[in-house]
C-alpha cells in the first residue's frame, strides 16, 4: 500500500480536524502539532510533504530548511509576514494565502471599533462601570457629529475597500492613500484619494489601517507621524502591530492628542505582562484605560469564516500535492 503524503498543522488548529478531513480524506494524512513555538516543530515536520502554519509564530529559514520534500506552504491567513518567504523561494516550495474569509469581518471590526470609540460608548461605559461621573453624557462630550468628518484609510485592498464602503454608508468623508494602486480606484469608490500618508494624517478624524505589514510599512505610524494627526482624533489598527508603534499611541493619548485608539494587532502577541501598552491600559488612572479597545487579533474572526479559511486552506495544500495550478500562491 502507499504511503500518503503528509500534511503538518503547525498551530492554532487541534483535533478534531473534520473540516480538514473532508477535503484531504483519503488524499493525505494530516498531523496538527498545536505548537506554541517554533521549536516545537523540530522532529516533526522534516518529512512533511505539505504544511499549513497560522500565527503562534513565525516559520523561519530554520524551519523550511529542515523541510525535506514539502511541495507547498499554505498560510490559511491574508497576511503572510511571519513565513520567511525568501527562504522558501529558495528551496523552490509555493507560499500560499487565502486572501477573502476575512475580509468583511476586518472591515466590520475596524468600523465597529471606530463607531464606539467615535460615539463616547466605549468611554462612558468604562468609566460608568467604575462609578465614576454622573449617569449622563457630560463626561463623554465632546462627541461629534460623524457625517462629513474624514476617515482616512492606508493601504485600499480587499479589506480597506470594505472599510471606505461601511465608513461611507455612515456619512464620513472617506480618504485614502495607497501608492500602488491604479489610478480610478478612487472613481470607482466614490472616495477621495491623497498621495501621501502626510495628506492623510493631516485631516483625518479617523486614520484606520488596512495595508500589509512589509519593510515599507513596519513604523508607519509612530510618535511623529500621531503628532501630525488633529488633536482628539482616533486611530485604528487591524492591520499588523508592527505598522504601529503602539507604545506611541498610548502616549499620544496620555499627552491628550488622541482621542482614543482601537488596536486589534499588537507588536509581540500575545503582548509580555509589562509592556507599557498593557500597563496603560489595566491602570485606570491612565486615559488609555478608558480610551483604548485592545483585542486579541480577533478582528478576522467569525464561524463561518473560520470553516472558510480551514478549507480553503487544504484546498489549495491539495492542488499543491496534486501540482494542480494554486490560486493564492503569493511567492
Ligand atoms: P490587500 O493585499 O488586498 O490590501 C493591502 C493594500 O495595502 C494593497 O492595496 C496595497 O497596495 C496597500 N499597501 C501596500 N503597501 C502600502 C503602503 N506602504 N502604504 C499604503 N498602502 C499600502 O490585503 P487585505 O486583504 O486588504 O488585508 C490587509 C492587511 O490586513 C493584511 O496584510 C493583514 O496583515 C491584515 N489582516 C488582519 C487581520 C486581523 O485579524 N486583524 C485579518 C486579515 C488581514
New binding site residues.
Partial sequence: MTQLPKVVITDFIDEPLEIERRVLDGHAEILALNALSEDELIGQIEDADAIMVYHYFRFTRASIERLEKCKIIVRP???Y?GVDIEAARERGIPVCNV??Y??E??AD?ALAMALSLTRGSHFLSSRLRRSIGDWNVDQGTPIHRLRGRIFGI?????????AALRAKAFGFDVVF?????PDGVEKALGVRRVDS?EALLAEAFIVSL?????D??RG?ISAGEIEQMPVGSFLIN???GGVVDTAAVVEAMAAGHLGGAGI??LEQEPPPEDSPVITAWRNPEHPAHDRLILNP?????CEEGAEEFRTKGAQEVLRGLRDEPLRNQVS
Fill in positions: 491567513g491574508v497576511g509576514d486572501p477573502d476575512g475580509t469581518e476586518v471590526s492606508i493601504g485600499c485592498g480587499r479589506i480597506g475597500t470594505a492613500y495607497d501608492p500602488y494602486l500618508p488596512h495595508c500589509p505589514l512589509t515599507e510599512t508607519l487591524t492591520s499588523r486589534d494587532v487579533h480577533s478582528a478576522f474572526y
